[in-house]
């Protein structure tokens, strides 16, 4: 079974077989920039897990290569397409596809990538293909619903603890959750078993996403690899913002909604006023309680699993883990 002296070897595979997947062709215009997005990198977290969650049932990982790999093209996909609707500049520290192309290139590129997943799915044996399209059709539904709520959301003034933790569980979770959840399907895994990754991916998605809200005002600086506090600049509202909008009262209110609405303001001021203001209404401490209560559901998950290989489940929990206390 997989071990901890396996991981690297589980990730040059997946690299590799990333790196030979039939992604190219004409006109170069369109296949140019995939081959590009795809080529930055990336910790390629999701098919990891796939790979993982497969070998806590099977030792042959190299068989679901490739459904593994539609998973990292799909998701490579969502972030082309999403890097156009936040005009975002950059994508791990390279100039995004719409940047370096334009924005039709972009969305036509992404179109195929999707057609891509769905082309790579096909090498799923006959026995699990159907269930795994459906469900990755769900997801991929699921994950469109969450970005639109996201962007939804910028144009209220208003949103609650609720609805922003379903617009992350869909956005960014369930993709995490169907990425382990197709592992163990692919494995012949019970479906008590697959329906346990499954909500143990979605949990830990969930916290991973208030662990990124929460270093983007609490990073050390030196550490995260970006400017801190660019969604106070932003306004973009991240669990921090949306708790706080729901605790402020009085003065503290009124405060952080003249820094939320002030349309000319010195960056640094900024971040320093709304971050003090976080700091009075504890919000930090909050954002970690939360998360760690996620962390904590994702982890009784995994105990409820019918697997023999504690290795392979400790190699899952460790690199969970990692990611967890990662610090950018």
Request: aromatic share 8%; proline share 2%; glycine share 6%.
């Amino acid at each position: 079974m997989i071990n901890d002296n396996k991981l690297e070897d589980i990730r040059i595979s997946l690299e590799q077989h990333i790196k030979e997947l039939e992604l190219k062709g004409n006109p170069p215009e369109l296949y140019d920039p995939i081959t590009y997005l795809m080529g930055l990198g990336g910790k390629r977290i999701r098919p990891l897990l796939t790979l993982l969650a497969y070998g806590l049932y099977k030792e042959d990982y190299q068989k679901v290569l490739t459904p593994a790999a539609a998973i990292e093209v799909f998701h490579n996909f969502t972030l082309m397409h999403d890097d156009i609707m936040d005009n975002a500049p950059l994508r791990r520290g390279k100039a995004t596809v719409h940047e370096k192309w334009d924005d039709n290139t972009a969305i036509l590129s992404g179109d195929v990538m999707l057609v891509k997943a769905y082309d790579l799915f096909l090498s799923i044996t006959p026995e699990y293909l159907k269930e795994s399209l459906q469900l990755f059709s769900k997801t991929a539904a699921e994950v469109c619903e969450g970005q639109q709520m996201d962007m939804n959301f910028e144009n209220r003034e208003f949103v609650s603890e609720a609805e922003y933790l379903n617009m992350i569980r869909l956005k960014t979770a369930v993709l995490l959750g169907f990425s382990l959840q197709l592992g163990a399907v692919l494995a012949g895994a019970s479906k008590e078993d697959s329906n346990h990754l499954y909500d143990f991916g979605v949990n830990i998605g969930v916290a991973f996403q208030l662990k990124d809200d929460l270093l983007d005002v609490y990073a050390d600086k030196e550490k995260f690899g970006k400017q801190v506090g660019g969604d106070i600049l932003a306004n973009k509202k991240t669990y921090l913002l949306v708790k706080a909008n729901e605790l402020a009262e009085g003065s503290v209110n009124e405060n952080l909604q003249k820094w939320i609405n002030s349309t000319s303001f010195n960056p640094e001021e900024k971040v320093k006023a709304v971050t003090s203001i976080y700091d009075q209404l504890q919000i930090k401490e909050k954002t970690l309680e939360l998360m760690d209560d996620y962390f904590e559901r994702g982890f009784n998950q995994l105990s409820s699993l019918q697997v023999k290989n504690t290795a392979g489940l400790q190699l899952l929990q460790n690199l969970t883990h990692n990611l967890a206390n990662r610090e950018k």
